[in-house]
């Protein structure tokens, strides 16, 4: 199993800057991506950006030149740097571990609520 603990959520201005923070434990050396998913109420969650194992990063459309994802591997810590939050990023963002092999397995983090709004 893999256990996730998320921090730096909270209410920000639009405009305003955040970096959540998401400690990987547990068995992680099966894990070939972390990531961040968001949920907004009455939406479907939703990819916002991952990073390999290599430090090949993706991002959603959304947030391309806004976001930045980060891992410390000698942490087993993966950031999401967010900057001009836009109220339509309000969500609950989602901690996202992926193994790959021998099968695809996605283990999650509890969630943290970020809030957009002045």
């Known amino acids: 199993q893999v256990q996730f603990v998320e921090s730096g959520g909270g209410l920000v201005q639009p405009g305003g800057s955040l970096r959540l923070s998401c400690a990987a434990s547990?068995?992680?050396?099966?894990?070939?991506?972390m990531g961040w998913y968001r949920q907004a109420p009455g939406k479907q969650r939703e990819l916002v950006a991952t990073?390999?194992?290599?430090?090949?990063?993706g991002y959603a459309d959304s947030v391309k030149g806004r976001f930045t994802i980060s891992r410390d591997n000698a942490k087993n810590t993966v950031y999401l740097q967010m900057s001009s939050l836009k109220p339509e990023d309000t969500a609950v963002y989602y901690c996202?571990?992926?193994?790959?092999?021998?099968?695809?397995?996605?283990?999650w983090g509890q969630g943290t609520q970020v809030t957009v709004s002045s």
């Open positions: 996202n571990g992926r193994q790959t092999w021998p099968t695809i397995v996605d283990y």
């Open positions: 547990g068995n992680i050396r099966r894990i070939y991506s």
């Open positions: 990073i390999t194992t290599g430090g090949n990063p």
